[in-house]
């Protein structure tokens, strides 16, 4: 028996949700965090294993993949706790915080920004540079990934072509969360 489209997309989302809670479960509690925060940090690491970047993008073959974090110090350390020993392509993942310039020698390959003032400069800094944004609310104007708040749920927007313009490859099953 044939499985409609519309069948299959709450089964994708259901993996999605079940892999993201159980990544958050594995966080460190250190320091204390938001349920909300949990689920960012969760949500850039999930989004980060559905992209890939070009070679280009990493000084060698085993250099750490760079997350940075602006304009969330709290989300910051979370992502720090959530991301700790994990791997994104066989990566090591390394979480910076961001303050109000990036280091052109320290590019990060995920940037997230939080809704500031400093938004639009900072996704300014890194257009067409293989780094994917990822950003609260709606993608583009520079951002890749848009984290959108839907009630008590986030979720994710793609804008493809914002992610061509950084050179990334997004992978279908992304693409399809997005969209669902």
């Known amino acids: 028996m044939a499985l409609s489209l519309a069948a299959a997309r709450p089964s994708r989302q259901a993996v999605l949700c079940l892999l993201i809670l ?7 509690p250190d320091l204390p965090a938001t349920p909300e925060r949990k689920l960012k940090a969760a949500y850039i ?23 940075g974090v602006a304009g969330d110090d709290a989300l910051a350390a979370e992502a720090a706790r959530f991301m700790g020993g994990r791997l994104v392509h066989g990566r090591p993942l390394a979480v910076v915080r961001i303050d109000r310039r990036l280091d052109p020698h320290a590019m990060p390959h995920v940037l997230f920004v939080a ?37 008590t749920h986030l979720r994710p927007r ?15 099953r992304l693409l399809a969360l997005a969209a669902w």
Do not use: I, K, N
Request: hydrophobic share 50%; net charge positive; proline share 6%.
């Open 22 to 28: 159980a990544g958050a479960a594995q966080a460190r």
């Open 158 to 172: 793609v804008d493809r072509l914002e992610a061509t313009a950084a050179q990334l490859r997004v992978s279908a």
């Open 115 to 151: 809704a500031s003032p400093a938004r639009g400069r900072l996704l300014d800094a890194v257009r067409s540079q293989p780094v994917l944004t990822v950003c609260d609310g709606a993608p583009g104007h520079g951002c890749v990934v848009g984290l959108v708040a839907d009630g």
């Open 45 to 67: 690491y999930r989004v980060a294993t559905f992209v890939g970047w070009p070679d280009a993008a990493f000084a060698r073959a085993g250099a750490p993949l760079l997350v």
